[in-house]
């Protein structure tokens, strides 16, 4: 059953495994008959009617609504601001006449992400939880909840909620654009497809990301991860996954913030995993990656086929641009597991942590 692990090792490697799957699940749930994007009319309503949105959340759920700020405001043109919960809730920003709060959330009973619920309710305002539970709570207690189909994640680390997230939110814009007529429609069901096939080719390359551990973290104690624009944010969601289950200090960078401060950090041989999927920062983000190599920084550069230049670790396939952290995320989850996997660590339930925080 979905709840089980079958052949594999640990939930966390069935559940990377389960991604393909996942993908095709929310395309077929999120179309209709003539195989045109489908979402609640009265959410629609809701997005239309707000002037700005508010993404709530926390960790890797965070790291997702990261990409999702950019799928609103590029295609449907709405105001998107990205809050880590904890913080909102005691340090509320000014707030916009007509705001909708945006909650994402796995397991929908986080007590940081519930407590700012709890406190816009009172104020009046409209929510919306994305959530693979939805009889959870911050379903339950929110105007409308929007389903992942991701079936159920076991693992602490999470991972096909992360791109069930991703591409729910996709989809989400995308409705939003078409009914507003922004003129930024693409053909997402195609693109979620391409993305589909580019993540089961990295599943298969499992043992070469293998690889890449063996050479870049067996004895290392930190570890970097750069990027620009939404590879920025897939680094902080890869420095997340390697910290929390192989207790390898890492930290996710703005490439070209680096060299304000964290470059002291580089040492003969720290590791740099850099990602280098967006045409528009290419050159830009392999100059950092050349300014720490300079200084005796192994980099693990992980690029886009298109984009790929001679000596790059690992090529993922090419996928629409602003599709890309559904894919290149894998390649990260992949080089997390192997990680504690060689480190002896219980990779499904990592020290000091549970998988649904319930306390504030
Ligand atoms: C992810 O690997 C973490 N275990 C954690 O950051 C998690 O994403 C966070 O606690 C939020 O959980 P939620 O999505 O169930 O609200």
């Known amino acids: 059953s979905d709840t089980e692990k079958g052949t594999y090792d640990h939930y966390m ?15 077929q749930e999120y179309q209709d008959e003539d195989e045109n994007l489908k979402i609640d009319p009265e959410i629609i309503d809701q997005l239309k009617d707000s002037d700005r949105l508010y993404v709530i959340a926390a960790g890797t759920s965070y790291h997702a609504g990261l990409i999702g700020k950019e799928f609103f405001e590029k295609w449907a043109g709405v105001p998107t601001e990205v809050h880590v919960a904890s913080e909102f809730v005691y340090n509320t920003p000014l707030l916009s006449e007509k705001p909708l709060f945006i909650f994402i959330s796995q397991s929908g009973e986080t007590a940081d992400s519930r407590a700012v619920l709890v406190e816009i309710k009172k104020l009046g305002h409209k929510s919306l939880t994305v959530t693979n ?8 207690e929110a105007d409308q909840t929007l389903t992942l189909h ?9 991972t096909k909620a992360y791109t069930a997230q991703i591409a729910v939110l996709s989809i989400l814009a995308q409705v939003a654009a078409r009914e507003l007529g922004k003129g930024t429609e693409i053909n997402l069901m195609q693109e979620l497809a391409k993305v589909t096939t580019a993540i089961t080719a990295i599943i298969d390359d499992a ?29 902080l969601e890869g420095a997340l996954k390697l910290k929390e289950i192989s207790y390898i200090q890492a930290e996710g960078f703005a490439g070209g913030e680096l060299k304000h401060g964290t470059i002291a950090l580089i040492e003969e041989n720290t590791p740099v995993f850099t990602l280098a999927t967006q045409d528009k920062v ?5 100059g950092n990656a050349q300014e720490v190599e300079a200084r005796g920084a192994k980099v693990c550069m992980v ?58």
Not at 208 to 235: H, K, P, S, W
């Open 13 to 27: 490697l069935k559940e990377i495994n389960d991604q393909p799957a996942a993908m095709r699940k929310i395309i």
């Open 133 to 140: 539970v939805p009889g959870s709570t911050l379903s339950r």
């Open 150 to 158: 991701a079936g159920p994640e076991i693992a602490v680390a999470s």
């Open 207 to 235: 043992p070469m990301i293998e690889q890449i551990v063996n050479e870049y973290l067996e004895t290392t104690r930190n570890a970097f991860f750069i990027g620009r624009t939404m590879d920025y944010y897939v680094g």
């Open 282 to 286: 290419n050159l830009n983000i392999r």
């Open 303 to 360: 690029s886009m086929e298109g984009l790929d230049q001679e000596g790059d670790t690992y090529v993922i396939p090419r996928v629409h641009e602003m599709l890309t952290p559904l894919v290149s995320v894998v390649v990260y989850q992949f080089i997390a597991y192997y990680a504690a996997l060689h480190r002896g660590n219980d990779v499904d339930k990592p020290r000091n942590l549970a998988k649904s925080v319930t306390v504030e």
